[in-house]
């Protein structure tokens, strides 16, 4: 996978409009790997397990942590009218 921001935000978009949670989730998983898990938990201020359990298909990934995935990734969530 690449690791440009815009290739990250097309895999991530693509994973939003299918609607499956446990997409977005594998979705951010798979980019926050690709980006390198220790830069990810340093931004957010977590150890890496704590975010490895949370990106896995058993974890229940909460809003706020989600939020902060995306952000420590360089990216933004928007909504859009469908």
Do not use: F
């Amino acid at each position: 996978m690449s690791q440009t921001r815009e290739d990250m935000a097309a895999y991530l978009e693509a994973a939003l409009e299918d609607g499956d949670p446990a997409l977005v989730v594998a979705a951010l998983g798979d980019i926050a790997r690709a980006k390198g898990m220790t830069h990810i938990t340093s931004e957010m201020g977590i150890g890496s397990e704590s975010l490895d359990r949370a990106l896995s298909r058993e974890g229940n990934l909460e809003l706020a942590t989600l939020l902060k995935v995306i952000q420590a990734l360089g990216l933004r969530l928007r909504a859009t009218p469908i």
